[in-house]
């Protein structure tokens, strides 16, 4: 009999401490920190490649569970802010907005603590508030479409938080316009690597 309530005792202190993990109908939110790395290339129309640096934001996620395995994710941030260099000076500088929408497939089941999963989708890019430093010349970016892919893990500390690492591709071309002093087109590939690190809540 001891020996039996003991066994009970162990088996309710394992069950209540194993955390289940996202199901069919639930919505999920994430949020930390995201940094978008350019993996850039440029012509050299200007007499020398264009290069974007790399920024850190606020970066945000919002999902929902069509299945246990399946989902629908949107990718959010706050504006990032890229500063855009010259054979090395920077000369130029813009915000963007980069929402992105993805179709993910979570590997395991609702128990598990871990679920990795990998996702694809398309982009939208969006450039605002250009500034430039060569005198007399403004410059405008066209925004961008493209596709996009990612790779995550979610970890559950108990049924409704987790935390998450996470890596987005996205395909993002523009065209520089530099008008004024300087007057050419630029056609600049960015394709940032996204990195995120986040917690999370799942509803």
Do not use: C
């Not at 569970?65 to 949107?74: G, K, Y």
């Not at 300087?182 to 590939?189: A, I, L, Q, S, T």
């Amino acid at each position: 009999m001891k020996k039996a309530i003991i066994s009970l005792a162990v088996l309710t202190a394992l069950t209540s401490a194993s955390a289940f993990a996202h199901k069919e109908g639930d919505f999920i939110v994430r949020a930390g920190l995201a940094s978008v790395v350019p993996n850039d290339d440029s012509g050299k129309d200007l007499g020398a490649k264009l290069e974007v640096g790399s920024n850190t934001q606020l970066g945000l996620t919002f999902g929902y569970m069509f299945t246990d395995n399946i989902s629908f994710e949107v990718l959010a941030a706050t504006p990032f802010s890229h500063d855009i260099s010259l054979q090395g000076d920077d000369v130029a500088e813009t915000k963007h907005l980069p929402p992105t929408f993805m179709v993910q497939y979570y590997f395991g089941t609702s128990e598990s603590d871990f679920r990795p999963y990998v996702g694809a989708g398309v982009n939208y890019t969006t450039f605002f508030d250009e500034k430039i430093d060569i005198a007399g010349t403004s410059l405008s970016l066209d925004d961008s479409w493209g596709l996009a892919a990612n790779i995550g893990l979610d970890y559950m500390l108990n049924d409704d938080w987790f935390v998450n690492g996470s890596i987005w591709y996205a395909d993002i071309d523009t065209t520089a316009k530099f008008r004024g002093a300087v007057n050419e087109n630029v056609d600049v590939e960015i394709d940032p690597w996204i990195f995120m690190i986040s917690g999370g809540y799942k509803f």
